[in-house]
């Protein structure tokens, strides 16, 4: 008897366990706020956006994502075109697709691109992710090519310093 009640108590505390572990994985989940560029995992350390306003393609917001490892200065610049929606004269948030030849206002960028110590690579293809949670707080995810064919990804949730462009 002493041995069933003892599997018993072991039992529910594994249980109790594995629920409170699950519980905290799903709360505050974050972006990890770096840049990979192949093997190399860089924390960003400085997010800016040129607000470039309304223009001939939408509006216009340049995103750049710095950070340095072992002495490398690794950085992420993008040009974001969302549309505009009558008088609605704002950024959008949206899931950007690589157009470098837009004929029309749409959710795109034309221009993007990895320097690692003043050496571009340049963006060939993809995709782009931004929620905006404030007028300067972005949540922001890449899934894009790159010339040389390393891997590349941004992920970023958090302020961003925003600047007039015009």
Do not use: H, W
């Not at 002495?71 to 950007?96: A, H, M, Q, T």
Request: charged share 20%.
């Amino acid at each position: 008897m002493k041995k069933i009640t003892f599997l018993f108590f072991l039992t529910s505390m594994l249980i109790f366990q594995s629920c409170s572990s699950d519980s905290d994985e799903d709360s505050g989940a974050s972006l990890p706020d770096e840049i990979t560029y192949g093997r190399e995992k860089v924390t960003i350390s400085s997010a800016l956006i040129e607000d470039f306003g309304n223009g001939f393609n939408g509006y216009n917001y340049d995103f750049t994502l710095k950070g340095t490892l072992d002495g490398k200065e690794y950085s992420f610049y993008v040009e974001l075109y969302s549309p505009v929606i009558e008088n609605d004269n704002r950024f959008r948030s949206g899931i950007f697709s690589y157009n470098p030849n837009p004929t029309a206002p749409a959710f795109f960028f034309d221009d993007a691109y990895i320097t690692v110590d003043g050496q571009r690579v340049n963006v060939t293809g993809g995709k782009i992710t931004v929620n905006a949670n404030s007028d300067t707080n972005f949540e922001f995810t890449t899934d894009v090519s790159i010339e040389n064919g390393k891997s590349m990804s941004v992920l970023y949730d958090g302020q961003f310093t925003v600047v007039s462009g015009r």
